[in-house]
């Protein structure tokens, strides 16, 4: 009965380079978010996805920044071009259904150099 | 502009008695509330929720007070145990800031249980 998994836990980027986070939902589990927690704040709301869709993106940053949930396989947020501002702890949650309780993985540490 | 805000940014307990953290928050939209839990560098652990069409839910050790005309909750955990040292997220959802799904957070309140 495993939880919300998040790979890789660490990630080392230089500026410029790309920076993929892997998250695998709760089994059964078919809504997933992501959010950033800078140092010392609270998560921010990046994007809700649904199998196959993008329900709301109004978190994330205009550009560099996407995500997808295909139809197998984990939903994935990539970083173009990374910058030291990305630096951040990554987490991604799931729900059994819409405006249900979230479950979140363990984090995805992104620090840029 | 801070939507959920929990102005506590540490609080110190003494095991066996009550804890009490607070949260308020301005956007009359958010209909859905929740709390978490967190240690460091793993992530958040969920504990409570509470509707808006409740004033009270209880769980345990944890209870969620929710006052809407106030736009305030609380989570009270009793009696307090060192192991529920923590830092605590509030949380909302129904408002503008993280959609009608993604989760609006306050900056957290680090609860230190002391022996």
């Known amino acids: 009965n495993a939880g919300v998994m998040q790979n890789p836990r660490h990630l080392v980027r230089r500026r410029g380079q790309e920076a993929r986070l892997r998250c695998s939902p709760m089994k059964g589990h078919s809504h997933v978010y992501w959010y950033r927690q800078l140092p010392e704040e609270g998560l921010k709301f990046m994007v809700y996805?649904?199998?196959?869709?993008?329900?709301?993106e109004s978190g994330m940053p205009k550009e560099r920044f996407s995500a997808e949930f295909p139809k197998e396989g984990p939903s994935i947020l990539r970083i173009q071009q990374v910058v030291r501002g990305d630096s951040a702890a990554y987490f991604c949650?799931?729900?059994?259904?819409?405006?249900?309780?979230?479950?979140f993985g363990p984090g995805t540490r992104l620090t840029v150099t | 502009d801070q939507q959920v805000k929990q102005n506590s940014p540490s609080l110190s307990v003494q095991e066996g008695r009550i804890s009490i953290l607070n949260c308020d928050y301005t956007?009359?939209?958010?209909?859905?509330f929740l709390w978490y839990k967190k240690y460091p560098a793993e992530g958040p652990t969920f504990l409570i929720s509470?509707?808006?069409?409740?004033d009270k839910n209880e769980d345990g050790r944890f209870t969620v007070f929710l006052n809407k005309s106030a736009k305030h909750l609380s989570l009270h955990i009793v009696p307090s145990q060192p192991g529920d040292s923590a830092v605590y997220f509030c949380?909302?959802?129904?408002?503008?800031?993280?959609?009608?799904?993604?989760?609006?957070f306050g900056k957290g309140t680090h609860l230190i249980i002391q022996p």
């Open positions: 509470i509707s808006s069409i409740k």
């Open positions: 949650a799931s729900s059994l259904r819409d405006r249900g309780e979230q479950y």
């Open positions: 956007n009359s939209m958010f209909d859905y």
């Open positions: 996805l649904q199998k196959e869709n993008i329900i709301d």
């Open positions: 949380a909302a959802s129904g408002g503008s800031g993280g959609g009608a799904d993604g989760l609006t």
